[in-house]
């Protein structure tokens, strides 16, 4: 596609629960990253892979936070066992390799109630 | 033990004057800086970069300059424009692949 695209745009959901969140990046972009974004803080790195292989999962805050990109292209981050703590912007980024400039996605706002 | 400062939450300037965005950092490794914009319900984007072998880039109304002995980079806007009005975020990376560190932001209002 011309852009990043994240699905949803909101999701709210109870604690405990679980959630995925869904990233498409521009065809032909290698490199894809997870960011969130809570209220007035900048984006904060979870994940990054190259390809289908999670190359840097440093920035996963715990092991209720999952990410996969099985083809190499679509990548899904999933929540397990939802905490309010979660609730943020969810940033998806891709570029052509690890050295060139991002481009973001319009985020995806979860709200943990 | 933040990497990237953006010590001012906010800024506001009157339309036609300058705009001077502050960005500090901590660890000398870093060689690629750029700035990113954000409104409100969109991902951020792209705006200007420099690389740690320059101290000045100019791109139209956008200069960011870049000390390296202080550990410091400011972006420059002149002049304002309303539609200026975002957050900006300085990023920094490394000369590895590793992903880009963000400061928290400035709020930047461009008053008519």
């Known amino acids: 596609g011309a852009g990043v695209s994240q699905t949803p745009s909101n999701k709210v959901t109870e604690k405990g629960k679980y959630v995925e969140l869904r990233c498409d990046p521009i065809?032909?972009?290698?490199?894809l990253y997870w960011y969130r974004q809570s209220l007035g803080q900048g984006p904060e790195f979870l994940i990054y892979?190259?390809?289908?292989?999670?190359?840097?999962d440093s920035g996963l805050p715990n092991d209720r936070f999952f990410a996969v990109r099985p083809e190499g292209s679509v990548s899904t981050l999933k929540i397990q066992r939802t905490e309010r703590g979660d609730s943020a912007v969810y940033l998806c980024?891709?570029?052509?390799?690890?050295?060139?400039?991002?481009?973001f996605g319009s985020g995806t706002r979860l709200t943990v109630v | 033990d933040q990497q990237v400062k953006q010590n001012s939450p906010s800024l506001s300037v009157q339309e036609g004057r300058i705009s001077i965005l502050n960005c500090d950092y901590t660890?000398?490794?870093?060689?690629?800086f750029l700035w990113y914009k954000k409104y409100p319900a969109e991902g951020p984007t792209f705006l200007i970069s420099?690389?740690?072998?320059?101290d000045k880039n100019e791109d139209g109304r956008f200069t960011v300059f870049l000390n390296k002995s202080a550990k410091h980079l400011s972006l420059h806007i002149v002049p304002s424009q309303p539609g200026d009005s975002a957050v900006y975020f300085c990023?920094?990376?490394?000369?590895?692949?590793?992903?880009?560190?963000f400061g928290k932001g400035t709020r930047l209002s461009v008053i008519a």
């Open positions: 980024a891709s570029s052509l390799g690890p050295k060139d400039g991002y481009t």
């Open positions: 065809s032909g972009h290698t490199a």
């Open positions: 892979f190259q390809g289908t292989g999670a190359a840097d």
């Open positions: 660890n000398s490794m870093f060689d690629y």
């Open positions: 420099i690389s740690s072998i320059k």
């Open positions: 990023a920094v990376r490394n000369s590895g692949n590793t992903p880009l560190v």
